[in-house]
């Protein structure tokens, strides 16, 4: 993996085992135009299939996590007289799927605003940590466009009603009306944020990988369907038959740190 550079819009660093992907477009609040959303999918693969990686967290440059799409995108194209096609009429895989069919756990480290498409980017994420100047919103209704994902996943993190008045309103959700609902796992000071977020990733990263995969795949396929037909489902690797399963019961007698392999 090569260095990034300043202009990248997408910076892929290490940090131990997390995978930290830097949306790069601060100029524009990081909006997702065509560039940066494939740079992300690609990323994401990459990263899904390094078995270095444990976590994949997503963040943004400056002081905004993601303002979504990149209306001067579709703007360009209305001048060329072509379509702006929604998600379901495009010749690619949408970013939201591409997340949600990741099989390492992902973490939105929620730097700032969350707007719009960048909110969906949040939805996507396994788990949520948020600064305290973070807040969050999905306008769509007020912009005559679609919402499509934030339509499926958000009455799945939130009760129905409030989902259906975020989405139908627009309005701006303040950090701490997010957490009353359960949205975001952790908040943190600005002046520290991604330190501490890294160090709550770091944390997901002392367990073993293929467990990880298991258990995120197992969460994600299984919700709602019955208890009965879920415990049925042997989704994931068989972490059962692992040599890493072996080595943490090992480390357990041995009351010492486990050294993962991932197989």
Request: hydrophobic content about 40%; some cysteine.
């Amino acid at each position: 993996m090569s260095a990034p550079t300043s202009d990248d819009v997408l910076l892929v660093e290490n940090f131990g085992a997390v995978r930290l992907l830097t949306l790069n477009r601060p100029d524009r609040r990081n909006a997702l135009n065509r560039e940066l959303n494939d740079a992300l999918v690609d990323a994401l693969i990459e990263a899904d299939h390094d078995p270095s990686v444990y976590v994949i967290a997503i963040t943004g440059a400056g002081t905004t996590f993601c303002s979504g799409a990149d209306l001067e995108d579709a703007r360009k194209l209305a001048d060329q007289g072509k379509p702006f096609y929604g998600p379901l009429h495009n010749n690619r895989r949408s970013l939201f799927e591409v997340m949600i069919d990741t099989r390492k756990p992902t973490l939105a480290i929620v730097n700032g605003p969350a707007v719009a498409g960048g909110f969906e980017l949040v939805l996507s994420c396994d788990l949520r940590v948020a600064a305290e100047s973070a807040f969050f919103a999905v306008p769509e209704a007020l912009r005559g466009r679609g919402a499509h994902y934030a339509s499926v996943a958000l009455p799945t993190l939130v009760p129905e009603a409030i989902a259906m008045e975020w989405l139908l309103t627009g309005r701006r959700v303040s950090l701490a009306e997010a957490e009353r609902w359960g949205l975001v796992n952790r908040t943190f000071a600005v002046e520290n944020f991604q330190s501490e977020a890294l160090e709550f990733a770091t944390e997901i990263t002392k367990s073993a990988p293929l467990s990880l995969q298991r258990l995120k795949l197992t969460f994600r396929k299984t919700r709602g369907m019955s208890p009965h037909s879920a415990i049925r489902l042997d989704i994931g690797p068989d972490v059962y038959l692992s040599e890493d399963q072996k080595e943490g019961a090992r480390a357990f007698l041995e009351k010492r740190e486990p050294q993962w392999k991932g197989e």
